[in-house]
């Protein structure tokens, strides 16, 4: 870098600088539900290439609802929405949420603003940097449990246990479809974050006699707060 | 803490802390799992313990069969794979295009 900011803090940490693309949160609110999939239309379209990383906040009194599709709604420079869809029709999907690219853009009329070489925004006021708390793409399967009509429930927590801060959230798009099992076949998958252990939870419907692959990889649990939310 | 950037929005909330870190773009680049079994990416630099990897789906979902599944994903050091179906099965595997983002969150 010959030019530009860069910020170190004492633990040696680049904060920002003028080289680095930072996820930076662009979009915020509420989604809540009249059926079992929750649409939000964002304020004004998110005109990156890539979908925007979704982060939500399963709301604490429903948090027993399992949402297995997260569709983007819009197509790419034009994104503009996303629909959360709960594995079960009689739930109602609500929470919290902020949308989050690496790209930064002119939001603020004060405050600062960091542009890289190309002249690309790279820091606005009114689009801070989504600040990292945690993440672990690690999980542990627990085994199943029955689910009515629809064969059984097997699933994992994540390895990292921690509460969900108010304005914390956890990355959706990760958990955005089902997965594949030995045989070939689509099988739903579902996540939550569960209050009661404050752990990440996936749990994939299958029937017990195909059940899926105990080993499901390294899906990413990844956290980021939005402070005043 | 003596160094580093404090910020406020406009409500004079803290919104970033001279101890905050944030995520740090380490690739982003597209991907298909059409046609292919699966791939290895590079990432130099990339561990788990202080990087993530992360599958954004680029299209909308339009049907519950495997081809539109999450592909297998396993974090290493130094790469990440990407598997159309679970390791060990012959069978149909997913087709799906998405974006791989792989982020540093510390140092």
């Not at chain 1, 709301?59 to 079960?88: H, K, M, V």
């Not at chain 1, 603020?108 to 925004?121: E, F, K, P």
């Not at chain 1, 594949?180 to 579902?190: A, D, E, F």
């Not at chain 2, 803490?1 to 944030?22: I, Q």
Request: proline share 7%; glycine share 10%; charged share 15%.
């Amino acid at each position: 870098m010959s030019y530009g900011l860069k910020v170190i803090n004492d633990d040696n940490y680049i904060q920002i600088d003028s080289d680095t693309p930072r996820l930076c949160a662009i979009h915020n609110g509420t989604y809540s539900a009249g059926s079992n999939t929750a649409i939000v239309t964002f304020p004004t379209p998110i005109t990156t290439p890539e979908p925007p990383c979704i982060f939500i906040r399963n709301a604490p009194e429903r948090a027993g609802e399992l949402y297995d599709r997260l569709t983007i709604t819009g197509s790419s420079g034009n994104w503009t929405g996303f629909q959360i869809r709960a594995n079960n029709v009689n739930w109602r999907p609500a929470g919290k949420w902020f949308a989050a690219v690496f790209a930064s853009q002119a939001q603020s009329t004060y405050g600062m603003r960091l542009w890289d070489a190309n002249g690309g925004i790279l820091f606005d006021s009114g689009a801070t940097p989504v600040i990292v708390t945690k993440s672990n793409s690690t999980w542990s399967y627990q085994g199943s449990v029955t689910f009515p009509s629809l064969g059984a429930g097997f699933y994992w927590t994540n390895n990292l246990s921690a509460p969900l801060a108010e304005d914390e959230y956890f990355l959706m798009n990760p958990f955005s479809r089902g997965v594949v099992n030995r045989n070939g076949t689509y099988l739903s998958r579902g996540v939550r974050f569960n209050y009661g252990n404050n752990r990440l939870e996936m749990y994939i419907i299958a029937f017990p006699r195909n059940p899926p692959q105990i080993d499901q990889g390294n899906p990413a649990g990844l956290f980021a707060r939005l402070p005043g939310t | 803490m003596s160094f580093g950037l404090r910020t406020w929005n406009e409500e004079g909330v803290l919104e970033m802390d001279t101890d905050s870190f944030t995520y740090q773009v380490m690739y982003n680049q597209l991907h298909s799992m059409d046609g292919v079994n699966g791939f290895t990416v590079q990432i130099p630099g990339f561990t788990p313990d202080k990087c993530v990897a992360c599958i954004l789906p680029t299209n909308p979902q339009s049907s519950e069969f495997a081809t539109e599944a999450m592909p297998f994903i396993t974090q290493g050091n130094g790469s990440v794979t990407l598997l159309s179906r679970v390791a060990g099965s012959k069978d149909i595997g997913s087709k799906v295009a998405f974006r791989l983002l792989a982020m540093r969150f510390r140092n």
